[in-house]
């Protein structure tokens, strides 16, 4: 069975930065891994996904300029690197494997709440 666990996740002050991490394990392939994040009251939005290889990214509006997603494929974890953070960046974030977006795959991990706020 499948499981993402992410970490990472906290309170940061607008221009600051956070790394989030996401594991993955019980898998027996490699998959596409990425970031997906909701706000409260709005819908689940794509922020950034890298291919299985960790040769090819794609980005969400969000993230774009700011955000860098990677991986370590000997441990199946994904990183996503978050600078220049503000606080409509305010989200809890998703770990998610299958696609590289922009529509999710099948697992999802548990969330980590951001919180940019001075």
Avoid at 30 to 52: C, D, H, L, S, T
Wanted: aromatic share 8%; with cysteine.
């Amino acid at each position: 069975q499948v499981q993402l666990v992410e970490s990472g996740g906290g309170l940061v002050q607008p221009g600051g930065s956070l790394r989030l991490s996401c594991t993955m394990s019980g898998g027996i392939m490699r998959y596409a891994m990425g970031w997906w994040r909701q706000a409260p009251g709005k819908e689940r939005e794509f922020v950034a996904a890298i291919n299985a290889r960790g040769e090819n990214h794609n980005y969400g509006g969000p993230a774009k300029g700011r955000f860098t997603i990677s991986r370590e494929n000997t441990e199946d974890t994904v990183h996503l690197q978050m600078n220049s953070l503000k606080p409509e960046d305010t989200a809890v974030y998703y770990c998610n494997a299958g696609t590289l977006g922009p529509a999710p795959g099948h697992y999802w991990g548990q969330g980590t709440q951001v919180t940019v706020s001075s």
